[in-house]
């Protein structure tokens, strides 16, 4: 779908979206994709013609690893600051998921990736509001971002041309994540832009 704003779904991270925003600083990206697909990224936004430099922030929903695999890739061609959510900063790799089947390389990497994170303490960045899921959620208390009327989401819902949950055995407490679900307000929001799966009307 096209979006409003000048927002872009970048191409080349179809299986785990990176969204370009263009704000009033410059540009924001939301997350980061897998691992080696950082090349890619930063190809893709040359051919959009985006001045590198101005790409202020990169806005992390949560830090499995298909969110934040080319994070230290963007972070380093990049001049941009990198948030996070603060709980899931102040359990970084924990026991949100099963890491054992990620390969030892791209695992001691995530974890180096804490000490470029900055944990999100405020309800703004920037043009951003920040909004906070509950601590046992889909993982540590992952951040979704509202900007003007369009939410980026990240893995509170997945689309599968309608939004659907995520599956029981990816939250860490599927009662709090569907309590969640069922009381989240979308009064405000027109766009609902999943990392998996094609973005929707909030009224689909």
């Not at 906070?132 to 003007?148: A, D, I, L, V």
């Not at 989401?153 to 689309?159: I, R």
């Amino acid at each position: 779908m096209e979006f409003n704003y000048g927002i872009v779904q970048l191409k080349s991270t179809t299986k785990s979206h990176v969204f370009l925003i263009p704000d009033t600083k410059g540009y924001t990206l939301i997350d980061a994709s897998y691992p080696n697909d950082g090349e890619k990224i930063i190809d893709e936004l040359g051919k959009l013609k985006v001045d590198l430099k101005k790409i202020h922030s990169i806005l992390i929903t949560h830090s499995d690893w298909d969110h934040i695999g080319s994070l230290k890739y963007l972070y380093d061609h990049l001049n941009a600051k990198v948030y996070c959510s603060k709980t899931e900063y102040d359990n970084w790799m924990g026991k949100c998921h099963d890491y054992s089947f990620i390969p030892e390389k791209i695992k001691q990497e995530l974890l180096e990736l804490k000490k470029i994170m900055t944990p999100i303490t405020k309800d703004m960045i920037g043009d951003f509001k920040v909004i906070k899921t509950p601590y046992k959620f889909h993982s540590h208390g992952m951040n979704m971002y509202q900007y003007r009327d369009v939410l980026f989401c990240g893995d509170m819902v997945q689309s599968v041309g309608k939004l659907v949950p995520i599956i029981s055995k990816y939250n860490l407490d599927n009662k709090i994540y569907l309590q969640y679900l069922r009381e989240f307000n979308i009064t405000g929001i027109k766009t609902i832009c999943p990392a998996h799966g094609p973005s929707v009307l909030a009224t689909e």
